[in-house]
């Protein structure tokens, strides 16, 4: 366990629909940030939230959304899906730079089907 | 702006081989540099890292040396097993007060036969 949990683990959704993916960073951990990986892609950076603050925004579409809450939980919304949004989602969190002995640490990550 | 540059797989081995994978980096000042292994249905997990030019990273056998004059963080190991086949990414971070973000390269898949 690395101490960043995702919700849910699969989903599976019709193409147009809305879903919500959850991220609970690390115990003390203010950053939080969103990559999306996909074969063609690999991993993309999609937006990075610091203590409840937008900080930097990567390849994110339009139709994606995030916000982080005051328990520094964060949400990415992705609206009108499209089969090309089909791939995992990881969430991943820092204390600061990352320049602490854990780095970075991921989630096990999303992986969103849309059919 | 920052890139990473990894050799591209997949790299096929067997078991007691030595394994290089080649990373090269882009950026502007001096990066924190990273590897991060990926095992079969499981998330991004830290392997390695070195923050200055010199360091040497080391971590279940695999090392790194973070080369400014080349601009490189090759990772290496000296005697693969079977359960080192997984996809291998290098990456850098500008690290700043409030976090930044990670860059990645491509991924290396690494596979290892008995």
């Known amino acids: 366990d690395s101490g960043v949990t995702q919700t849910p683990k699969h989903l599976i959704t019709a193409t147009g629909q809305r879903v919500t993916l959850r991220c609970s960073p690390r115990s003390g951990d203010l950053s939080v940030y969103w990559y999306q990986q996909s074969l063609d892609q690999g991993l993309q950076f999609l937006i990075q939230y610091y203590n409840g603050e937008e900080r930097a925004k990567g390849n994110i579409l339009e139709r994606f959304s995030a916000q982080q809450f005051p328990d520094l939980h964060s949400e990415l919304n992705l609206s009108s899906l499209e089969l090309g949004d089909s791939a995992l989602y990881f969430c991943a969190s820092s204390s600061r730079g990352g320049d602490s002995p854990y780095g970075y640490t991921f989630g096990s990550g999303t992986r969103l089907t849309v059919v | 702006g920052n890139s990473v540059t990894q050799m591209e797989g997949p790299v096929t081995l067997s078991e007691e081989a030595f394994l290089t994978i080649n990373c090269t980096y882009t950026a502007t000042g001096y990066p924190s540099l990273f590897w991060y292994v990926q095992y079969p249905g499981e998330g991004l997990q830290l392997l390695l890292k070195?923050?200055?030019?010199?360091d040497k990273g080391s971590n279940k056998g695999f090392e790194a040396t973070y080369r400014k004059e080349t601009t490189s963080f090759h990772l290496e190991k000296g005697s693969v097993q079977v359960s080192d086949s997984a996809v291998y990414f290098c990456?850098?971070?500008?690290?700043?007060?409030?976090?930044?973000?990670?860059?990645f390269g491509g991924g290396t898949r690494v596979l290892v036969k008995p």
């Open positions: 070195a923050t200055k030019a010199d």
């Open positions: 990456a850098l971070s500008m690290i700043k007060a409030a976090g930044n973000k990670l860059t």
